[in-house]
């Protein structure tokens, strides 16, 4: 295990300092966001200008994270690594998008809306094949009672939702188990996971600011 | 004014939250912690001795929750599993790759992978081992899936907020018959999770990895706060229902 140099341990307790700083007034701005008699209070507008340089930060990470990218798929190409073609394709992709959104800003989105959306639909496509075929598969991976469960009521709400051929809706299913379970049942279980889950964010949020997770100067 | 109470109030339960954490962290310090037992941690401990003992390389997936919002928590919680899985993985031949969906993530990814090659000192820093694969959902998975595929990956995690594409990683994953371990705060996800991935975290579950592969007092006491909050808000809606209902009758 090496030692870290004093200048990047300087670095990390500057960091570390810094970013619960950061955090506690952001924190603050939340639970006291107004003055007294109504005016917004310092703390909040603090955390407004927080927020925004954390905005304006994010954007140009944005750029960093394009640039990684580019490198990651000109190495693959460099290398002729398996695959090496599809880094070319993106690459090229990128490029066009870019001079594309240079020569016509205002018609930029059309590549969006042209090429990106219909093989993201498609890809949405493949994946209601996928999750049938995967809960086929769960009952021979975790053959329990929970499995079972879970593909009887998958089954049921699919019934229960889906008009059929002829039949229209099914009676009983339809009008009554399908809403009692997806509003009754589901909707119980749903909020006691999300409580669980505020409940760690709470936790992770203030493990961050105690400095006991780093991810920020990335020691621990 | 009811803005103030409502202000104070979050403020009293945060405070208390902090308060309890350092309390139990400070009192619990030299014993040693005893943890509910979930079997999907443990399989992941046993695939990353797996990583190490065949030379292949782990992988990590931290979803598309951007820092700004509230769905960072959950990747936060997947960087500092990773920061302890690199540390794990650091005596193998090849450092796990981290591949993200949010440009912020993929940056700290790095980084965190720079600090356990760093503090090992047994490996150099590859850049490249933490990338963005895609901005939106779909792009995201379509980016990771070669990286699950050609990288000679036999364990993977996937930690964050992910929506349904999700399925398409566990299937790909599914595809090379390796390990996955997948987790998501995203209810639609974690049910696709649920019926696709080997193994899964399911609701507070994924904020926990890291104290259970290698816990800190904070991190332990973190646990404890968490499960004395749950008794708190059973009991408050419990009362709460109980006076509903007398107030009915």
């Given at each position: 295990m090496k030692r870290p140099s004093f200048f990047a341990a300087l670095i990390t307790i500057a960091s570390t300092a810094i970013a619960i700083a950061s955090g506690l007034l952001v924190l603050a701005g939340y639970?006291?966001?107004?003055?007294?008699?109504?005016?917004?209070?310092?703390?909040a507008e603090l955390r407004l200008t927080l927020l925004d340089w954390a905005l304006i930060l994010a954007g140009f990470a944005t750029f960093v994270?394009?640039?990684?990218?580019?490198q990651v798929h000109y190495k693959k190409i460099r290398l002729r690594q398996?695959?090496?073609?599809?880094?070319?394709?993106?690459?090229?992709?990128?490029?066009?998008?870019?001079?594309?959104?240079?020569?016509?800003?205002?018609?930029?989105?059309?590549?969006?809306?042209?090429?990106?959306?219909?093989?993201?639909?498609?890809?949405?496509?493949?994946?209601?094949?996928?999750?049938?075929?995967?809960?086929?598969?769960?009952?021979?991976?975790?053959?329990?009672?929970?499995?079972?469960?879970?593909?009887?009521?998958?089954?049921?709400?699919?019934?229960?939702?889906?008009?059929?051929?002829?039949?229209?809706?099914?009676?009983g299913i339809s009008d009554w188990m399908r809403p009692f379970i997806a509003q009754?049942?589901?909707?119980?279980?749903?909020?006691?996971?999300?409580?669980?889950?505020?409940?760690?964010?709470?936790?992770?949020?203030?493990?961050?600011?105690?400095?006991a997770d780093r991810p920020y100067g990335g020691n621990k | 004014m009811t803005g103030i109470w409502v202000g104070l109030a979050g403020f009293g339960i945060v405070f208390l939250s902090a308060a309890l954490m350092l309390g139990l962290s400070i009192l619990r310090r030299k014993t040693p912690p005893v943890y509910r037992d979930i079997p999907a941690i443990t399989r992941l401990r046993q695939a990353v001795g797996l990583v190490v003992e065949d030379g292949s390389r782990l992988h990590v997936s931290l979803g598309r929750g951007a820092l700004t919002s509230p769905q960072s928590a959950s990747a936060l919680a997947g960087l500092s599993l990773l920061r302890r899985l690199a540390d794990l993985t650091s005596a193998g031949d090849q450092a796990p790759i981290v591949t993200s969906g949010?440009?912020?993530l993929a940056i700290l990814s790095q980084d965190t992978l720079?600090?356990?090659?760093?503090?090992?000192?047994?490996a150099s820093f590859d850049p490249s081992a933490g990338r963005l694969t895609g901005l939106s959902p779909f792009s995201y998975a379509a980016g990771t899936i070669p990286a699950i595929r050609d990288e000679n990956v036999s364990a993977s995690l996937l930690l964050g907020n992910f929506g349904v594409e999700v399925g398409l990683l566990t299937d790909a994953v599914e595809r090379k018959n390796t390990f996955v371990l997948a987790?998501?705060?995203?209810?639609?996800?974690?049910?696709?999770?649920?019926a696709s991935a080997q193994e899964s975290l399911i609701g507070e579950e994924i904020?926990?990895?890291?104290?259970?592969?290698?816990?800190?007092?904070?991190h332990t006491a973190s646990l404890t706060v968490q499960d004395l909050l749950r008794w708190l808000l059973i009991a408050a809606i419990l009362v709460g229902s109980l006076v509903a209902l007398a107030g009915a009758l």
């Open positions: 639970f006291f966001a107004q003055e007294a008699g109504g005016p917004t209070s310092l703390l994270g394009i640039i990684s990218l580019i398996v695959s090496s073609i599809y880094s070319l394709l993106l690459i090229l992709s990128l490029a066009g998008t870019f001079l594309y959104g240079l020569a016509k800003p205002a018609q930029a989105g059309k590549i969006f809306t042209t090429l990106q959306l219909p093989v993201e639909a498609s890809l949405m496509a493949v994946l209601t094949v996928t999750l049938t075929y995967a809960s086929i598969r769960l009952l021979r991976r975790r053959f329990n009672l929970l499995t079972v469960i879970f593909l009887i009521t998958a089954l049921l709400i699919l019934l229960g939702t889906a008009p059929l051929p002829f039949l229209g809706n099914l009676p009754v049942m589901a909707g119980a279980g749903a909020r006691g996971i999300l409580l669980g889950m505020a409940l760690g964010t709470l936790t992770t949020g203030l493990r961050i600011l105690f400095g | 949010e440009a912020s720079r600090a356990a090659s760093n503090s090992s000192g047994l987790g998501s705060d995203n209810l639609a996800a974690q049910a696709v999770i649920y904020y926990a990895g890291g104290a259970y592969v290698e816990s800190g007092p904070l």
